[in-house]
């Protein structure tokens, strides 16, 4: 019995491991915003569209009016060409580029218009240029 009990556990840990739990990391990550994209088909989240008039793309949601039409774990901007977008929000320029490359980087920045208040939060800001 007790092999048994070890082996039982030693599956429930492979699994948990293996699949991930639903924890790991927010919605916004989870649906790709701020993923490079080529065409739309490429963004996960339904309403998302490949932003090509970013370098590299950007799987995002152009024409928000506030956060509640972002996925969690993004927030409504404005950006420099005077659109609203949802930008994944971060901590640091790692959390920006976990699904683009390296040619495509965004930058972590606070200086963003943020459309609800700011609350000291940072957002993904890809580079210009399609």
Do not use: W
Not at 42 to 60: N, W
Not at 88 to 115: H, P
């Amino acid at each position: 019995m007790g092999l048994f009990k070890g082996l039982s556990c030693l599956v429930l840990v492979v699994f948990a491991v293996g699949c991930g739990g639903s924890d790991n990391g927010s919605e916004a990550d989870r649906l790709g915003v701020g993923a490079s994209c080529a065409a739309n088909d490429d963004c996960t989240e339904e309403g998302q569209s490949c932003l090509t008039q970013f370098k590299g793309g950007y799987c995002g949601v152009q024409g928000c009016e506030d956060d509640a039409g972002c996925p969690a774990g993004s927030a409504c901007v404005t950006h420099d060409d005077g659109q609203n977008y949802c930008f994944l929000v971060c901590g640091n320029k790692d959390d920006c580029n976990t699904n683009r490359e390296a040619a495509d980087e965004a930058n972590c920045s606070s200086s963003i218009t943020f459309i609800d208040d700011a609350k000291g939060r940072k957002a993904c800001v890809p580079p210009s240029g399609g």
